[in-house]
């Protein structure tokens, strides 16, 4: 059975930092793209950031682009996401995904088939 679990989020004050972690079980995932994407109240699930089956290759939303970064341990089937500088916008749900299928859209939540159950981020004005 595949399961994508995360961990790590929290409630944190504006400008501090947190950092997610998703653990992978069930299959390899080094050959997949894996992405983190957030969920607020009201609002639609939004791409995140992402990263290549090598590591060497990130993609990031512009709200958190030189604030976020995500990286992964093939060997330990895990990804991560350093979250620096938050805002209260930051505040969400945050999801670990992996899309092992169209690599190529790796913002569209629609080409993930894998996802983690969603780890809570808030961060106080």
């Known amino acids: 059975q595949v399961q994508l679990v995360e961990s790590g989020g929290g409630l944190v004050q504006t400008g501090g930092s947190l950092g997610l972690s998703c653990t992978a079980s069930g299959r390899t995932f080094s050959s997949c793209v894996m992405g983190w994407f957030r969920q607020a109240p009201g609002r639609d699930r939004e791409f995140v950031a992402a990263i290549r089956w090598s590591g060497a290759i990130t993609y990031y939303a512009d709200s958190v682009k030189g604030r976020f970064t995500i990286s992964r341990d093939n060997a330990k089937n895990t990804v991560y996401l350093q979250m620096n500088s938050l805002k209260p916008e930051d505040t969400a749900v945050y999801y670990c995904?992996?899309?092992?299928?169209?690599?190529?859209?790796?913002?569209?939540?629609?080409?993930?088939?894998?996802w983690g159950q969603g780890t809570q981020v808030t961060v106080s004005s």
């Open positions: 995904a992996a899309n092992c299928f169209d690599s190529r859209r790796y913002g569209e939540s629609t080409t993930y088939g894998y």
